[in-house]
């Protein structure tokens, strides 16, 4: 098992649709990220869970809807998207929580996201 | 808010050749990461710079944290076909991560 892993890789959706993200993570760390990479910009935090609690959410719209059932699973609910939140959806995680936090993330393939 | 400059934004090179980019901030960061993006991928993290000044390498890799601790440097000698990627800096700044644009390395043919 890789140790991060992340299904979908590729999801085309429509507006009206409703759709979830799953990340999974096998390396006993205690905080999950979702970030969303566009092309030719930096990597747009949206939420982070710290021993299943959401400790952040950088001003995300609603359709988009975090959930964090324990420590290894991550998903991201979504729901009445626009085209312009097509783009790759990474989920991370880090051996630290917020304490003693290094930066130092480990991702997943990430999930192509096309909105029609 | 916090940004990261990196340039190039792109790069051609050929095989063999040497590289380097770099990445500014306008204020200080007191750790500076370089993660590789892999066609298909996540980032993955390459090297980590915690002290003002080190230089650090792994393998080919040569990544330095600048004196000012606003900048850092990423070297890769002797390109070989793997290289091919997107290059990211980061710096950690209120238990976040701050990114760069990254620097696509493309090896022509």
């Known amino acids: ?116 | 808010g916090q940004q990261l400059n990196q340039s190039p934004q792109s790069m051609f090179i050929q095989e063999g050749e040497d590289v380097s980019m770099n990445c500014t901030s306008s204020s200080i960061f007191n750790t500076w990461l370089w993660y590789k993006q892999d066609p298909g991928e996540g980032p993955v993290l390459l090297i980590a710079l915690y002290k003002a000044g080190e230089l650090t390498s792994n393998g080919r890799l040569t990544a330095q944290f600048g004196i000012t601790r606003k900048d850092s440097f990423l070297n890769i000698s002797a390109s070989i076909p793997s290289d091919v990627g997107i290059y990211f800096c980061a710096g950690p700044s209120n238990y976040q991560l701050i990114w760069g644009a990254g620097t696509k390395l493309i090896i022509k043919p």
């Open chain 1, 1 to 116: 098992e890789t140790g991060v892993t992340q299904t979908p890789r590729h999801l085309v959706m429509g507006m009206t649709n409703k759709k979830s993200l799953k990340c999974e993570q096998h390396l006993g760390h205690n905080a999950m990220y979702w970030y969303k990479q566009s092309a030719k910009k930096p990597l747009e935090l949206m939420f982070v869970y710290n021993f299943k609690e959401q400790t952040e959410n950088n001003s995300v719209p609603s359709r988009f809807s975090p959930e964090c059932p324990n420590s290894s699973h991550l998903f991201l609910h979504l729901h009445t998207l626009q085209p312009e939140d097509s783009a790759l959806y990474l989920c991370a995680s880090s051996p630290a929580g917020l304490a003693g936090y290094t930066g130092e993330l480990f991702f997943g393939e990430g999930s192509r996201l096309t909105v029609l």
